[in-house]
């Protein structure tokens, strides 16, 4: 019987294999021309000071949409657009298109904000990303200050001097660096200070079971303490509870980005956002007024 079972999911495991092939030949043939075709678009997801409350930044995250299929996922693309290269030019279209929609929101008045733009491994091999900041930013009109740039911490693992020159570069023009998915990747701790790091994202997986989990509780507490004694500001990413938020403003993380607050919105859905100046609700700001 177990032997009958090994054959059906091997079956199974072969037939799925090929269907995953032949979805990514066919993703593959379609990015060619989605840019072109304006099938990306990009949503926008707050970060929220947990001091205040107030929204104070966003994130900008790739969706690609196509006609009579629906959104495919950046997780399943993205690696993708590194193999093919492709995602030079998307990723320029994504720095461009966000610099132009905070500029929008700065000249409505909302002028303290800030737009963190992803950036893959592959575009700092394959192009001068200093230059291709500059040029984002003369061709925006924003300042240097409003434009955050996530990197992973493969990026740091990469190569020596190259990436660090680049990183240093970006830092001279002013721009903040974030390091996205903290915790998960194999960086050890004396990167943090071989780079000019600002802003450390701390990883769904460690907030998920906040309340749960003690190991996860006590690792949050020593990144935000270990980020706090290197002059880096904490974001916590994924916090979908009251408990989770609770947690963080006692261990003193300084911003949140989750579902508890907003999920990723189309630019719309987040001028209204800001037109309403929506932040934590006073009740949610309230919990631990001793440690505000
Ligand atoms: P990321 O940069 O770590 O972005 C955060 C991801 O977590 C987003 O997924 C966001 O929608 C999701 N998220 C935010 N809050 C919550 C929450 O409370 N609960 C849960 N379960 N998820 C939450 P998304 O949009 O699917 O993006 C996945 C990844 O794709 C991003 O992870 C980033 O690594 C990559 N990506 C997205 N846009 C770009 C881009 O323009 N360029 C590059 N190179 N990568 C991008
Ligand atoms: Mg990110
Ligand atoms: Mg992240
Ligand atoms: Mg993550």
């Not at 079956?11 to 993703?27: I, N, P, Q, S, W």
């Not at 700065?106 to 394959?126: C, I, K, Y």
């Not at 990167?191 to 906040?210: E, G, M, N």
């Amino acid at each position: 019987m177990a032997k009958g079972r090994g054959r059906n999911c091997a079956e199974f495991y072969t037939h799925k294999m090929g269907v995953d092939a032949e979805r990514h030949m066919a993703l593959e043939t379609a990015m060619r021309t989605a840019l072109d075709n304006g099938e990306f678009e990009l949503d926008y997801q707050p970060k929220v000071a947990l001091r205040g409350g107030q929204v104070f930044g966003m994130e900008a995250l790739l969706r690609w949409r196509r006609p009579g299929l629906g959104v495919v996922s950046p997780a399943e693309f993205i690696p993708l657009a590194e193999e093919t290269g492709a995602i030079v030019a998307i990723g320029e279209w994504v720095l461009r298109t966000a610099c132009r929609q905070l500029r929008h929101w700065h000249d409505m008045g909302h002028t303290q904000l800030t737009m963190a733009v992803n950036l893959s491994p592959r575009q700092f091999v394959r192009q001068d990303v200093p230059a291709l900041i500059r040029a984002t930013l003369a061709d925006s009109g924003l300042p240097a200050k409003a434009l955050e740039l996530e990197l992973t911490e493969s990026i740091l693992m990469s190569d020596g001097t190259g990436v660090r020159d680049a990183l240093l570069q970006l830092k001279a023009i002013g721009v903040t660096l974030a390091l996205d998915d903290f915790g998960t990747g194999y960086s050890s701790l004396s990167y943090l200070k071989r780079f000019p790091i600002d802003v450390l994202k701390i990883d769904r997986s460690f907030i998920q079971d906040l309340a749960a989990d003690a190991e996860d509780a006590s690792l949050t507490r020593t990144i935000v303490l270990m980020a706090q004694s290197l002059h880096m500001k904490t974001v916590a990413e994924g916090v979908e509870t009251l408990a989770q938020l609770s947690f963080l403003r006692r261990c003193k993380c300084d911003a949140i980005q989750g579902y508890f607050f907003s999920k990723p919105l189309n630019a719309d859905a987040m001028t209204s956002l800001l037109r309403d100046r929506r932040c934590l609700p006073a009740v949610v700001n309230a919990v631990n007024p001793r440690q505000t």
